[in-house]
């Protein structure tokens, strides 16, 4: 059971993409498989334990989601969106922690499959990027047409309907934009460039993703794999004069090919015109991030404090992580989050807290506060926390 739990978390937030009439099959598979392993921690062990700041945050978004409906009656959706929602996130935390905080959680294998998803959608990406601009055929993301949400598989249905009508191709393997993509293989980042040992271990996932990162045209990617490549080599940078000189040959052999091939001269030069080209807000994949916190000045004193509710939000509209915390759980659901997150903080895990800080980072101008995000980062720290800070107890 271990191992059907480690693959369901490595594929969690692929499954949520996917879906029947609104229910991701993240969930409905979720729903079997929560009851056998609380049942098997509750014969092994006769008890079940709780994350005391992740059942704070439940409870606090339970009660502040269901006053707001009963009292305040200021709904932007409909009630039985909002009772979905907070049904589906009352899952999530509610059962998932519980398990992850038993030995049924195999850190070790769980990213294993982890690093294996990651590969497989690295391949099916760039593969994605070598037939449109090779052949003029669009691989699809797979399985498009059974999204849980419905809207956007009938627009992105229609992206990849004709090449011919691509101006700018923009692969995402099979989730449903680059961003996604480049929000699941954060984690995957962080062990290459800054978990000790894994570059020489998986050499194949040290070059493969950070290439699949550089195809998928995301904004969002970019930035990840330049930071996280500078923090997990700076000390190399700075005291190795071999390492220098194969840096700048890189910069220089990639220069080349940039000057030199037209793939590569379009490929970076749009994904980078996307972050640099202020002049019109909206198409700046950097500036549309922060569009959603222009909603919060719509919030009145009582709901900038405590919330209008989680699911509770304004319909049609673009809302990133912080600015969705703010207007559904107030400055106090907010808070509470943020403490859940420092009590991962570890001073002596410096591969925990790079990702830590980068999670905490992707809240403010990415997603980050819905059920499956929360509930994989709580995997993801878990499993750094206990693995090296094993590590670094061996070596010392």
């Known amino acids: 059971m271990a191992k059907t739990l ?10 949520t993409i996917y879906g029947f009439y609104g229910v991701d099959l993240a969930t409905f598979l979720g729903l079997f498989l929560w009851p056998a392993c609380l049942f098997y921690i509750y014969l092994k062990n006769g008890k079940v334990s709780f994350m005391p700041l992740v059942s704070l945050l439940l409870a606090y978004v339970v009660i502040i989601t269901v006053l707001n409906m009963m009292f305040v009656k200021n709904l932007y959706v409909g009630e039985s969106l909002i009772l979905f929602r907070l049904f589906k996130y009352v899952l999530w935390l509610g059962i998932m922690p519980v398990i992850l905080s038993s030995d049924l959680f195999d850190f070790d294998y769980t990213l294993e499959c982890y690093k294996k998803v990651c590969v497989c959608a690295a391949i099916y990406l760039i593969l ?9 055929v669009i691989l699809p993301r797979l399985f498009l047409p059974y999204t849980a949400n419905t809207s956007a598989s009938a627009a992105i249905l229609q992206q990849d309907f004709s090449a011919a009508d691509v101006v700018f191709f923009r692969p995402s393997a099979f989730f449903l934009e680059p961003a996604q993509f480049s929000s699941y293989i954060l984690l995957a ?17 040290y070059f493969l993703v950070p290439c699949a990162v550089i195809a998928s045209t995301s904004g969002l990617g970019y930035i990840l794999l ?14 190795n004069p071999k390492f220098v000189l ?52 719509m919030l009145d004193t009582r709901a900038f404090i405590i919330g209008n509710g989680y699911g509770n939000i304004l319909a049609e509209e673009y809302f990133n992580g912080l600015p969705y915390m703010i207007w559904t759980t107030g400055l106090l659901g907010t808070a509470i989050y943020a403490a859940m997150l420092f009590n991962f903080y570890d001073k002596n895990n410096f591969t925990n807290n790079v990702y ?16 499956i995000s929360i509930v994989f980062t709580i995997a993801g720290l878990l499993a750094l926390k206990n693995k090296y800070q094993e590590k670094l107890a061996i070596e010392t």
């Not at 330049?226 to 005291?239: D, E, Q, V, Y």
């Open 6 to 15: 480690s693959w369901f978390l490595a594929l969690a937030p692929v499954l």
């Open 128 to 136: 994605q990027q070598i037939s449109f601009n090779l052949f003029s």
């Open 189 to 205: 980042l962080v062990l290459i460039f800054i978990a000790p040992g894994t570059a020489k271990k998986d050499k194949w996932l």
């Open 226 to 239: 330049f930071a996280l490549f500078l923090i997990g080599n700076f000390s190399r940078i700075m005291r």
């Open 246 to 297: 194969g840096f700048i040959l890189t910069l220089v052999g990639f220069a080349a090919l940039y000057n030199n091939i037209a793939y590569v001269n379009t490929l970076v030069s749009s994904t980078l015109g996307r972050l640099t080209n202020f002049d019109d807000p909206i198409n700046n994949a950097f500036m549309r991030r922060f569009s959603s916190y222009y909603f919060l000045n």
């Open 356 to 371: 830590l800080f980068f999670v905490s980072s992707m809240n403010i101008f990415a997603h980050g506060f819905t059920p």
